[in-house]
């Protein structure tokens, strides 16, 4: 999903910030439809469960990528 994020937008920390969001989207979906979470208006919008930590999840796979891009590149 980053690849294809990335290769769309170019500039790494953009991409990173759009995966987090990604995933936050998809966590905010899916676990509270199955009863594992609750709701995301039940939190407070800048203290919810896993804001930061997906937000450094997303910036590390953007520096990572960037990092190892030039090794698979077949030019």
Same mark, same amino acid.
């Given at each position: $999903? @980053? %690849?294809?994020?990335?290769?769309?937008?170019?500039?790494?920390?953009?991409?990173?910030?759009?995966?987090?969001?990604?995933? $936050? %989207? %998809?966590?905010?979906? $899916?676990?509270?439809?199955?009863?594992?979470?609750?709701?995301?208006?039940e @939190?407070?919008?800048?203290?919810?469960?896993?804001?930061?930590?997906?937000?450094?999840?997303?910036? %590390?796979? /953007?520096? /990572? @990528?960037?990092?190892?891009?030039?090794?698979?590149?077949?030019?």
């Open positions: $999903m @980053y %690849a294809l994020i990335e290769e769309s937008v170019g500039q790494p920390v953009v991409s990173g910030v759009v995966l987090t969001g990604a995933v $936050m %989207a %998809a966590d905010y979906t $899916m676990l509270p439809a199955m009863k594992l979470y609750n709701p995301p208006w @939190y407070d919008r800048l203290r919810s469960p896993g804001t930061s930590s997906h937000l450094v999840h997303g910036l %590390a796979i /953007a520096v /990572a @990528y960037r990092a190892l891009d030039p090794l698979f590149d077949d030019s």
